[in-house]
Structures are given as structure tokens and as C-alpha cells.
């Protein structure tokens, strides 16, 4: 089993920045993929970012050229840096971490941003 939990969330000013954490335990095999999911009231959760065991990265478009996400092996954790925050990045952000056919979920840190 593999378990999964966030830190990092808060309020912050339109324009600042976040840096969100994401610590994985249990069996994290060598291969896998982890990354980040945001959902607001209303609506379904969305993709935000991925990056592979071998450093490979995805973003998307909404968020391309101010979020940047790493990893630490050594940790098993991963990191979303979130610049130039938008009102409209308010969500609940949910860190997944995805081996073999399996996914696991964290309990979400909430990130607002006022205007």
C-alpha cells in the first residue's frame, strides 16, 4: 500500500507564490508517476502537473510557464512551485501518485488566492 498526504496550501496574494509538498510512504516502486490534481466546488478535478521516475514532465496549458514541479527520490516527495498565482487557481490540491495499474490520493490542501 502506498500512502499519500500534502502540505503547502494557504492564501495568498494575486501575483504571489506557493510551494506545495507531497510525501509518499509505503511500497513506491521504481517506476511511477507522481503529480497534481485540483478541483473546486462544482467541478470535476483536473490535471495540474506530472513528472515520471525518469524526470519526464507534463503540465497543463492553464498552468504552463508558472508552475514547475521536482521530485526528491531521497524523500519519495514531490514539490509544485506555484508562481503568478490567478484567483482562478483556487482549489483543493490533491497530490496522486500512479504505479502499475494502481493510483493512490492524498486528503488535498487547500490553495486560495484572493484578488
Known amino acids: 500500500q502506498v500512502q499519500v498526504v500534502e502540505s503547502g496550501g494557504g492564501l495568498v496574494q494575486a501575483g504571489g507564490s506557493l510551494r506545495l509538498s507531497c510525501a509518499a510512504s509505503g511500497t513506491i516502486n521504481s517506476i511511477n508517476t507522481m503529480g497534481w490534481y485540483r478541483q473546486t466546488p462544482g467541478k470535476q478535478r483536473e490535471f495540474v502537473a506530472h513528472?515520471?521516475?525518469?524526470?519526464?514532465?507534463d503540465y497543463a496549458d492553464s498552468v504552463t510557464g508558472r508552475f514547475s514541479i521536482s521530485r526528491d527520490n531521497a524523500k519519495n516527495t514531490v514539490y509544485l512551485e506555484m508562481n503568478g498565482l490567478k484567483p482562478e487557481d483556487t482549489a483543493v490540491y490533491y497530490c496522486a501518485v500512479r504505479q502499475s495499474l494502481w493510483t493512490y490520493w492524498g486528503q488535498g490542501t487547500q490553495v486560495t488566492v484572493s484578488s
Open positions: 513528472m515520471s521516475s525518469v524526470g519526464r514532465t
